[in-house]
C-alpha cells in the first residue's frame, strides 16, 4: 500500500486501491491532478481482485488551491505557481487502463452513476467536472452562513 506523498496527491490511487484490497469495496474521491500523479496505480489491480470506486473532481488541475487566501501572490504568479490545467484526456487514460468508466454531466446524475459502479465488481472512474473558482466561491458563501447562523444561535443562550 502506498502512502501519500508530502503535498498530498502523490499515491492516493495506491493508497486507495491498498486499501480495497483489506477492506473491500471503497470509493475513493480525488482531483484530476491528484490522480494523475498516479495513474500507474492502476497497473497494481492488473491481477488483482479489487474493486475502488474513484470519483474524481476534475476542476482543471490544482483547483484546491484557490482556498488559500493569498493576498501577496498576483493573479498571474497564483495561475503559474498553483494551478496545472493539463491537456490528459482522463476518460481515454481510463479506457487504456481498461477501466469502466462514466462522465457525469450534472450533480443530479452522480447518484445514478454511483449506483451503476456498484453493479460492477471491478475498478470504476466516474468523473465529475466542476468549475473550481466558483466551488471556491460557494465553500466561502456556506462558511460565512454557517458562521452567521451559529452567532445567531449562541447569541440567544446569553
Not at 502506498?2 to 499515491?11: N, R, Y
Not at 493573479?75 to 490545467?85: K, N, R, S, V
Not at 465488481?121 to 466516474?126: D, E, K, Q
Request: contains cysteine; glycine residues 10%; negative net charge.
Amino acid at each position: 500500500m502506498a502512502l501519500g506523498g508530502a503535498s498530498g496527491i502523490d499515491g492516493t490511487l495506491s493508497m486507495g486501491m491498498g486499501l480495497s484490497i483489506i477492506m473491500g469495496r471503497m470509493i475513493l474521491i480525488t482531483g484530476d491532478l491528484a490522480l494523475l500523479h498516479d495513474t500507474n496505480g492502476w497497473l497494481f489491480s492488473k491481477d488483482k481482485n479489487i474493486s475502488l470506486i474513484v470519483i474524481m473532481i476534475d476542476n482543471g488541475g490544482g483547483g484546491i488551491f484557490n482556498q488559500l487566501n493569498i493576498d501577496r501572490i498576483e493573479e498571474g504568479d497564483f495561475e503559474e505557481i498553483f494551478l496545472m490545467p493539463q491537456q490528459v484526456c482522463h476518460l481515454t487514460l481510463a479506457k487504456a487502463y481498461g477501466l469502466k468508466y462514466k462522465q457525469v454531466a450534472c450533480l443530479d446524475d452522480l447518484e445514478q452513476a454511483i449506483e451503476w459502479s456498484f453493479s460492477l465488481s471491478t475498478n470504476v472512474l466516474i468523473r465529475v467536472c466542476t468549475n473550481s473558482l466558483e466551488d471556491h466561491r460557494l465553500r466561502v458563501s456556506l462558511n460565512d452562513d454557517l458562521k452567521k447562523a451559529l452567532s445567531e444561535n449562541l447569541s440567544s443562550f446569553d
